[in-house]
């Protein structure tokens, strides 16, 4: 089992940052057997949606057109973190946003029933 805690979310205006964190804890091998991590947001009334994707292993990254060089993904393999760096936030990005692990490699794009373990969400609003 893995627990997965994020951090960071908070209140901006449009075109602010924030940094989201998450923290992977377990079992030695449980965590060493995560290939995928990534980032999903939902906002009221619609679908969980994939954000951004990064393969524990190789480092390759997997983004939304909608955050494509706006946000950046990333990880710290050494301590068990997961990033997401947001840039130049729109008020469209406002939404709960989760931390998530696959203990399978990344596909094309992230989809939700890709993985097995979920953080409890962290809310971002960006204000006009």
């Known amino acids: 089992q893995v627990q997965l805690v994020e951090s960071g979310g908070g209140s901006v205006q449009a075109g602010g940052s924030l940094r989201l964190s998450c923290a992977a804890l377990?079992?030695?091998?449980?965590?060493?057997?995560?290939?995928?991590m990534g980032w999903f947001r939902q906002s009221p009334g619609k679908e969980r949606e994939g954000v951004a994707s990064i393969s524990t292993g190789g480092g390759s990254t997997v983004y939304d057109d909608s955050v494509n060089g706006r946000f950046t993904i990333s990880q710290d393999n050494a301590k068990n973190m997961l990033y997401l760096q947001m840039n130049s936030l729109k008020p469209e990005d406002t939404a709960l946003y989760y931390c998530?692990?696959?203990?399978?490699?990344?596909?094309?794009?992230?989809?939700?029933?890709?993985?097995?373990?979920w953080g409890q969400g962290t809310q971002v609003t960006v204000s006009s």
């Open positions: 998530a692990a696959a203990p399978y490699p990344c596909r094309f794009f992230p989809t939700p029933s890709h993985f097995a373990y």
């Open positions: 377990g079992y030695t091998y449980s965590i060493h057997s995560i290939q995928c």
